[in-house]
């Protein structure tokens, strides 16, 4: 049967086996997707491994995903301005890295939640791997404005700068921030710092958030709690990170197996089976 896995350290309460058997089921393919919790020191062996058991390909989650975009021969164009991948595609003529977070967050932002990013204005909190991955996506879907805000602005400079000339092409502009100074208001605020992992509160300010704003948060559950909470006292429309997660999965899904899943329904069942 075909195998592929999800790897990444810490992977126990990874959904993506789950996401990835319902996808299968409700497209009639017959997969096998498990998680391998993989030392630190050992993601190049355990690639290897896979591919040697036959495995077709994998996701990568933290820590991994910097050293998966490295360890490819082939990737796309936007794994290359990410820097990092969370999708390894096994080929004959070597392994293929993409990454398919931002997709899976603009798909989440748009078909899901019904907001059309042409135009808008949006905030990007955070200017480490998980907004690496999807700066260059929200770009191609020509949003008005982009402002890259972190708590170390030099990340934020270097990043926007690598991603100047996509921003150009798509008529995008994209400027960077310290977090304290962003102060006007934004159509879509989406966090993607580590930061309501640690319990720190919300590093910004209220006044980013338009009236009826939408404010995502990629991360979800208890992780996710805070800042839904700090958008919903500020009359935005709050949304955390499962719809991306899925959205990922399905783009992911696309590519390995050419047909693609109806996230929204296994968006909607996986959010009962959490409730
Ligand atoms: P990831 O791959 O999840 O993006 P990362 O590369 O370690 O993880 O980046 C974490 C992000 O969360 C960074 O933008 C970090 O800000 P710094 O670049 O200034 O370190 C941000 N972050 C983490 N804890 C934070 C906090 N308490 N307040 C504000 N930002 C925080």
Redesign the pocket.
Same mark, same amino acid.
């Given at each position: 049967m075909d195998r592929y896995c999800v790897m990444g350290n810490p992977v126990e309460h990874s959904k993506s086996p789950w996401i990835h058997a319902r996808f299968a089921e409700l497209t009639g393919h017959s997969l096998q997707y498990g998680k391998r919790l993989v030392p630190l020191d050992g993601f190049a062996q355990a690639v290897t491994d896979l591919r040697a058991e036959g495995g077709l390909g994998c996701n990568i989650t933290?820590?991994f995903?910097f050293e998966a975009a490295r360890l490819a021969q082939h990737e796309s164009a936007r794994a290359r301005l990410a820097g990092?991948s969370n999708f390894l595609l096994f080929r004959s003529d070597g392994i293929f890295a993409d990454n398919t977070d931002g997709a899976g967050l603009v798909n989440d932002i748009q078909a899901n939640a019904g907001v059309a990013l042409a135009g808008r204005d949006v905030l990007l909190?955070?200017?480490?791997? #998980? *907004?690496?991955g999807v700066l260059g996506p929200l770009i191609e879907a020509k949003v008005g404005r982009i402002t890259v805000a972190?708590?170390?602005p030099d990340?934020?400079r270097a990043l926007v700068e690598r991603h100047a000339a996509l921003a150009r092409q798509h008529g995008v502009q994209v400027d960077s921030s310290e977090?304290a100074a962003v102060q006007s208001p934004y159509d879509v605020v989406v966090n993607?710092? #580590? *930061?309501s992992?640690?319990g720190?509160?919300v590093?910004v300010s209220p006044l980013v958030l338009k009236p009826g704003a939408l404010a995502l948060d990629?991360m979800y559950g208890p992780a996710a709690a805070g800042f839904m909470d700090w958008a919903r006292a500020h009359q935005a429309v709050p949304r955390d990170g499962l719809g991306m997660l899925v959205e990922q999965a399905a783009e992911a899904f696309l590519l390995w197996r050419g047909v693609r899943p109806p996230s929204a329904q296994v968006l909607a069942e996986l959010r009962a089976t959490l409730a």
């Amino acid at each position: 049967m075909d195998r592929y896995c999800v790897m990444g350290n810490p992977v126990e309460h990874s959904k993506s086996p789950w996401i990835h058997a319902r996808f299968a089921e409700l497209t009639g393919h017959s997969l096998q997707y498990g998680k391998r919790l993989v030392p630190l020191d050992g993601f190049a062996q355990a690639v290897t491994d896979l591919r040697a058991e036959g495995g077709l390909g994998c996701n990568i989650t933290v820590p991994f995903k910097f050293e998966a975009a490295r360890l490819a021969q082939h990737e796309s164009a936007r794994a290359r301005l990410a820097g990092a991948s969370n999708f390894l595609l096994f080929r004959s003529d070597g392994i293929f890295a993409d990454n398919t977070d931002g997709a899976g967050l603009v798909n989440d932002i748009q078909a899901n939640a019904g907001v059309a990013l042409a135009g808008r204005d949006v905030l990007l909190i955070g200017a480490g791997g #998980a *907004s690496a991955g999807v700066l260059g996506p929200l770009i191609e879907a020509k949003v008005g404005r982009i402002t890259v805000a972190n708590r170390t602005p030099d990340k934020a400079r270097a990043l926007v700068e690598r991603h100047a000339a996509l921003a150009r092409q798509h008529g995008v502009q994209v400027d960077s921030s310290e977090l304290a100074a962003v102060q006007s208001p934004y159509d879509v605020v989406v966090n993607a710092t #580590a *930061s309501s992992l640690s319990g720190a509160g919300v590093p910004v300010s209220p006044l980013v958030l338009k009236p009826g704003a939408l404010a995502l948060d990629m991360m979800y559950g208890p992780a996710a709690a805070g800042f839904m909470d700090w958008a919903r006292a500020h009359q935005a429309v709050p949304r955390d990170g499962l719809g991306m997660l899925v959205e990922q999965a399905a783009e992911a899904f696309l590519l390995w197996r050419g047909v693609r899943p109806p996230s929204a329904q296994v968006l909607a069942e996986l959010r009962a089976t959490l409730a």
